[in-house]
């Protein structure tokens, strides 16, 4: 009997991938080359891998989900949004805290927010799960480095082809107040914003799904929240369903650490993990089935 067999690509965009000279964008106002804003080594070859996977094994394959990191520029979690007490800039890579916060450190540009950034970042550093980091301004609705990795979307195109079928795309990070590493819902999600709430959607699909297959980037961050909620919120049957595709994702560079006790935590929760090789003789078995 046919099984219903699940790939969900965390991310796939052009922004986190450390893709090679033919792959970059083109600003043609700027008359320059476009380079990822948060590259992630080894992401490349992980989304050639998961598009190699989707043309080998599609016919196996019974749904696709791909999510997509989508921020607007001026974002609590980009630095056009803060300033130093000695109004200098605040840079890529900083850690914000609330204490920080309160004594000045860094403040909001526009201070009108304060009162809002504060009851965020208590709320967030409640949750235990991150503080806030200020990234470089990245998967800018729009923009170039939003758009899916071109191996990936050919692949996944042809099957949507060959089958009939819609790739379900799922959007997150629009909210500015926010952050939103994870498919399932932001770190904080905001009471008269749906979008930031808990994805039931996605948790059904994952819930009807025999097997998940879970691949993307990065393994550190946006795959790992992702993951973690659906440890979370989906039924405890579906936990050994779930699989993460080791060899199609890959961790921020300096965050080796986090992708490493993820991996490990995943595991003693009953989750699976294998390469993309290892999974495609059952995607092909699967096409066979009836």
Same mark, same amino acid.
């Given at each position: 009997? @046919?099984?219903?067999?699940?790939?969900?690509?965390?991310?796939? $965009?052009?922004?986190?991938?450390?893709?090679?000279?033919?792959?970059?964008?083109?600003?043609?106002? #700027? #008359?320059?080359?476009?380079?990822?804003?948060?590259?992630?080594?080894?992401?490349?070859?992980?989304?050639?891998?998961?598009?190699?996977?989707?043309?080998?094994?599609?016919?196996?394959?019974?749904?696709?989900?791909? %999510?997509?990191?989508?921020? &607007?520029?001026?974002?609590? *979690?980009?630095?056009?949004?803060?300033?130093? @007490?000695? $109004?200098?800039?605040?840079?890529?890579?900083?850690?914000?805290? *609330?204490?920080?916060?309160?004594?000045?450190?860094?403040?909001?540009?526009?201070?009108?927010?304060?009162?809002?950034?504060?009851?965020?970042?208590?709320?967030?550093? #409640?949750?235990?799960?991150? +503080?806030?980091?200020?990234?470089?301004?990245?998967?800018?609705?729009? !923009?170039?480095?939003?758009?899916?990795?071109?191996?990936?979307?050919?692949?996944?195109?042809?099957? =949507?082809? *060959?089958?009939? #079928?819609?790739?379900?795309?799922?959007?997150?990070?629009?909210?500015?107040?926010?952050? &939103?590493?994870? *498919?399932?819902?932001?770190?904080?999600?905001?009471?008269?914003?749906?979008? %930031? +709430?808990?994805? $039931?959607?996605?948790?059904?699909?994952?819930? =009807?799904?025999?097997?998940?297959?879970?691949?993307?980037?990065? !393994?550190?961050?946006?795959?790992?929240?992702?993951?973690? &909620?659906?440890? =979370?919120?989906?039924?405890?049957?579906?936990?050994?369903?779930?699989?993460?595709? %080791?060899?199609?994702?890959?961790?921020?560079?300096?965050?080796?650490?986090? &992708?490493?006790?993820?991996?490990?935590?995943?595991?003693?929760?009953?989750? $699976?993990?294998?390469?993309?090789?290892?999974?495609?003789?059952?995607?092909?078995?699967?096409?066979?089935?009836?």
């Amino acid at each position: 009997m @046919k099984q219903n067999l699940h790939l969900l690509v965390i991310d796939p $965009q052009n922004d986190f991938c450390d893709l090679p000279q033919a792959y970059l964008g083109y600003d043609s106002q #700027k #008359k320059e080359k476009l380079f990822p804003a948060l590259a992630v080594p080894g992401a490349h070859a992980d989304m050639q891998r998961v598009a190699q996977l989707i043309k080998l094994g599609g016919a196996g394959l019974s749904a696709i989900s791909v %999510t997509l990191d989508s921020h &607007h520029h001026y974002d609590i *979690a980009h630095p056009c949004f803060w300033i130093k @007490k000695d $109004q200098q800039p605040v840079f890529p890579f900083t850690v914000i805290s *609330a204490a920080a916060v309160r004594k000045e450190d860094y403040l909001p540009r526009d201070r009108t927010g304060l009162p809002r950034v504060l009851a965020y970042l208590d709320a967030l550093e #409640k949750n235990g799960r991150y +503080q806030l980091m200020v990234w470089p301004v990245h998967c800018e609705i729009g !923009s170039w480095g939003h758009n899916i990795h071109p191996d990936v979307r050919h692949a996944y195109n042809a099957w =949507e082809e *060959a089958y009939c #079928k819609i790739v379900q795309k799922i959007y997150k990070g629009s909210n500015p107040w926010t952050e &939103h590493y994870s *498919a399932i819902m932001a770190e904080v999600p905001e009471e008269n914003d749906p979008h %930031t +709430q808990l994805n $039931q959607r996605l948790i059904q699909t994952i819930n =009807e799904a025999d097997t998940v297959y879970i691949a993307g980037e990065a !393994s550190s961050h946006c795959v790992k929240a992702t993951t973690e &909620h659906l440890i =979370e919120h989906v039924e405890p049957a579906a936990l050994s369903k779930l699989v993460l595709l %080791t060899d199609c994702m890959s961790p921020v560079s300096g965050f080796e650490a986090m &992708h490493e006790q993820f991996i490990q935590n995943a595991l003693a929760r009953g989750l $699976q993990i294998a390469n993309a090789g290892d999974v495609l003789p059952a995607l092909i078995a699967n096409s066979q089935s009836r």
